[in-house]
Structures are given as structure tokens and as C-alpha cells.
């Protein structure tokens, strides 16, 4: 099973809402990192937040980790039609050479 | 800024063929990885380089090859194509912290894949 694993699998808000999304893992690690993806295209990097880090803020986007749970979340505030996409988690685990394993997204539909 | 260039972005290839993904960047990563994405899935690791002349295993390498004899080039090679194969796939390479953590990776925009 993959490492990362987020929830819920899919997402539909109205414009302006916020959107949250939970990322749960097994194994310890040294970074998790959450990428967006567009309808057919590649994925983009959005945040890296580091295991001895609580929370992180990036312009509309607030991502925390708790290590103790194992989880993390990606919190959009404000959304618009344009956040519209899938979005992943990827951890770098410490016991697996640090390579990224990414669990299986959240897609987020944002309606104007 | 190129980045991280794929080729080709679309191919169709028939059971048995073999053929070459390509994949280079040109950020001086140390670190450059293949994925594998089918319908509705997250992305799947098949092999990954940390350095020239260095490859490992992800977790589905079977039926893929590859090498890193430059920096800048990490080519996936299909054997002998099998419909299961039959992916969008993405070349990614990151910048490698010291001590060994991956940074952010850097993602090619993709080879969509049809084996008949």
C-alpha cells in the first residue's frame, strides 16, 4: 500500500470556500511535500514542510504536520475556479532512501 | 528555463515493441526519478538515479530499464512493451539536500503511453 494516503479522495466546494485536505502516512520521515496537478498536466511543487516543523503558510495555502499522528493537512483558504485540480502528498522516508512516494490525491473541484 | 525536458509526449506502441523515454534536465539535480500514473492513481515510483552512474529500483520496476551516465540524462527504456504498461509517465529530477534529503521535485510535463 503507498506510504501517503489523503482524504477525502475527492472534494466540491463553492468559490470562496475553504478547502482541506488530510494526508496520513505509516512510516517516519524527513520532509513531506504537497504538489498540484492540473487536468493532464505534470505536477507542480506547492509546499515542503520539514519533521521538526509544525505548520507553514504559503499565500493562500497553510499545510501542518504532526508527527505524533502521522498526518498532515493542506488547508486552501479563499478558494477560486482556478485552484481546481488534484493535489498529492509525497513523503521522504527516512528508511527508504529518502525518495518520494506519493499517496493517490485529492481532487478538488472549485464551482464559480 | 528548460527544467526538466520529456520526450516524446505521446506514443503508441504495439505488444513486444521496445522503445526509449527520454528525459534531461538542466538544473544540475543530483537526484532524477520515473513515475507512473495511471487513471485516478497517485504516481508510482520505477526507478531512480541519485548520482551518475548510480540506479535503484522503485517500487514497480519490472519490465523498465535505465541508466544515468550523465548528470543531465536519465532515459527509461520499455524491454518489451505489455498493455499493463499503458501510462502517463513523468520524469522528475530534485536538488539533494545535504545529508541525503530530497528537496522539491521538479517534474517534466509527461509521455502518455498506449501499448496495444
Known amino acids: 500500500s503507498q506510504q501517503g494516503e489523503e482524504d477525502p479522495q475527492a472534494l466540491s466546494i463553492q468559490e470562496g470556500e475553504n478547502a482541506t485536505m488530510n494526508c496520513s502516512y505509516k512510516?517516519?520521515?524527513?520532509?513531506l511535500q504537497w504538489y498540484r496537478q492540473n487536468s493532464g498536466r505534470g505536477l507542480v511543487h506547492l509546499i515542503l514542510?520539514?519533521?521538526?516543523?509544525r505548520e507553514k503558510h504559503s499565500g493562500r495555502l497553510r499545510v501542518t504536520l504532526d508527527t505524533s499522528k502521522k498526518s498532515s493537512s493542506l488547508l486552501i483558504t479563499a478558494s477560486r475556479a482556478a485552484d481546481t485540480a488534484s493535489y498529492f502528498c509525497?513523503?521522504?522516508?527516512?528508511?527508504?532512501?529518502?525518495?518520494?512516494?506519493f499517496g493517490g490525491g485529492t481532487r478538488v473541484l472549485v464551482k464559480p | 528555463n528548460a527544467g526538466v525536458t520529456q520526450t516524446p509526449k505521446f506514443q503508441v506502441l504495439k505488444t513486444g515493441q521496445s522503445m526509449t523515454l527520454q528525459c534531461a534536465q538542466d538544473?544540475?539535480?543530483?537526484?532524477m526519478s520515473w513515475y507512473r500514473q495511471d487513471p485516478g492513481m497517485g504516481l508510482r515510483l520505477i526507478h531512480y538515479?541519485?548520482?551518475?552512474?548510480?540506479?535503484d529500483q522503485g517500487e514497480v520496476p519490472n519490465g523498465y530499464n535505465v541508466s544515468r551516465s550523465t548528470t543531465e540524462d536519465f532515459p527509461l527504456r520499455l524491454l518489451s512493451a505489455a498493455p499493463s504498461q499503458t501510462s502517463v509517465y513523468f520524469c522528475?529530477?530534485?536538488?539533494?539536500?545535504?545529508?541525503?534529503?530530497?528537496?522539491?521535485?521538479?517534474f517534466g510535463s509527461g509521455t502518455q503511453l498506449s501499448v496495444l
Open positions: 522528475a529530477s530534485s536538488y539533494v539536500k545535504a545529508g541525503g534529503t530530497n528537496e522539491k521535485l521538479f
Open positions: 512510516t517516519s520521515i524527513n520532509n
Open positions: 514542510i520539514r519533521s521538526n516543523e
Open positions: 509525497a513523503t521522504a522516508r527516512k528508511a527508504a532512501g529518502n525518495k518520494l512516494t
Open positions: 538544473m544540475n539535480h543530483e537526484y
Open positions: 538515479s541519485v548520482g551518475a552512474g548510480i540506479t
